[in-house]
């Protein structure tokens, strides 16, 4: 990938990670994540877990989101 493509997507995660509506669904889906497993069954593992799952799903969304924005901020200085 060449530098101009890198910051580009950078550009573009940037635009993501500032969308008010984009942020306001992953705060949404988190919040939903967090009601759901708080009135689970404590013995309900199958449902945790993959409450728990989605919610490291969202993370990783969002830290990839953010390594794309620090590549490209690292290519536009090289």
Request: hydrophobic share 40%.
């Amino acid at each position: 990938m060449t530098k101009e493509q890198i910051i580009a997507k950078a550009n573009h995660a940037k635009r993501l990670l500032e969308d008010e509506v984009l942020l306001e669904a992953f705060s949404i889906v988190e919040e939903d994540i967090y009601k759901e497993w708080r009135s689970s069954e404590v013995h309900d593992y199958d449902k945790r877990t993959d409450l728990f799952l989605t919610l490291k799903c969202l993370e990783r969304l969002k830290a990839r989101l953010r390594a794309i924005l620090d590549d490209g901020t690292i290519a536009s200085r090289s």
